[in-house]
């Protein structure tokens, strides 16, 4: 009897991480290969990968190593292979990022450090964050944690998806359908955005939804495209959102004239409020390989008609 080979081929950016991090796995009857064009189930970073998806001529299966696999439904290649992303790794990174900026903004650290530097002693008056209302759009394994997280502090999370249904057990005071998310606005303190890039999500951050901001704090976490820089811009000018903080582009690196650069109340970091740590992402490829082999279904499966 010929038991069949699974043939894994690499398209990250840290494959010398994760060939050891596999190999040491000794997961039955798979095979790491160099070559893309042998290769059955591919592990990958979408961005890397969409270039060379041509070659990929026996592929039934890609893990993506990132949560968000733009660039792979945006592809021209035929979809004839199943998409898995990586989910409940990245919750615990993005509340550290959302919760570490909102706490500085307002107790004033940076402000105290530009102070420092002046001998400049002068305190400044803040208020609790208990009580501030957090609007999460997106109730998935992000949003979920980061509800679950700031409830700590006394925040109150509000919830805004495409159902108005909270999710089991969640931890959100309040869930909106997402055409309601103009109410969710008037009285929210902080808004964070967690949703993916789909034709329904994309600029849904507009100047009418803006315009419902009283000095709010924006974070987005989720993708570029559901942000209408233009609308946010003219937003922050105007006092309906006090700071931004973004982490997604819809080019990145954005460019060198970029407006939100340069702008005082946008702050700006490169795609890394949560990363794919590969000791994570092989513990998922792990039990879904097992899943494949033993042809259950895989999870974290990609719809490739909805986008996520």
């Known amino acids: 009897m010929t038991t069949q080979k699974h043939r894994l081929a690499l398209v990250t950016e840290d494959n010398d991480k994760y060939r050891p991090l596999i190999s040491t796995r000794a997961l039955p009857e798979l095979e790491i290969v160099d070559n893309i064009g042998e290769a059955t189930i591919l592990l990958a970073a979408p961005p890397k990968l969409a270039g060379e998806l041509s070659k990929a001529t026996q592929v039934e299966w890609v893990q993506s190593t990132y949560a968000g696999v733009d660039a792979l439904l945006n592809s021209p290649q035929p979809k004839q292979y199943q998409l898995t992303n990586v989910k409940g790794i990245f919750g615990q990174q993005i509340s550290e990022y959302v919760l570490g900026y909102t706490i500085s903004y307002f107790r004033h650290f940076d402000l105290y450090k530009a102070q420092q530097a002046k001998r400049d002693w002068q305190p400044h008056f803040y208020q609790s964050l208990i009580g501030r209302r957090m609007a999460i759009f997106g109730t998935g394994a992000i949003g979920g944690h980061l509800a679950n997280t700031v409830r700590g502090l006394g925040i109150i999370p509000v919830g805004i998806n495409r159902t108005g249904i909270p999710p089991r057990q969640s931890k959100f005071a309040e869930t909106y359908h997402i055409n309601e998310a103009h109410g969710a606005l008037e009285h929210a303190d902080i808004i964070v955005n967690t949703l993916p890039n789909t034709p329904q999500t994309e600029g849904i951050f507009n100047e009418a939804l803006f315009s419902r901001c009283k000095g709010t704090l924006f974070f987005n976490v989720g993708r570029g495209k559901t942000v209408d820089s233009n609308a946010l811009l003219a937003a922050l000018d105007q006092g309906h959102v006090a700071h931004a903080f973004l982490d997604v582009f819809v080019n990145e690196p954005i460019s060198q004239e970029c407006p939100y650069w340069h702008h ?43 986008g996520y």
């Open 264 to 306: 005082p109340n946008v702050t700006v970091t490169p795609h890394v409020a949560a990363i794919s740590f590969p000791e994570q992402v092989v513990e998922i490829f792990a039990e879904n390989y097992a899943r494949w082999r033993d042809g259950f279904q895989l999870q974290n499966l990609i719809d490739f008609e909805k």
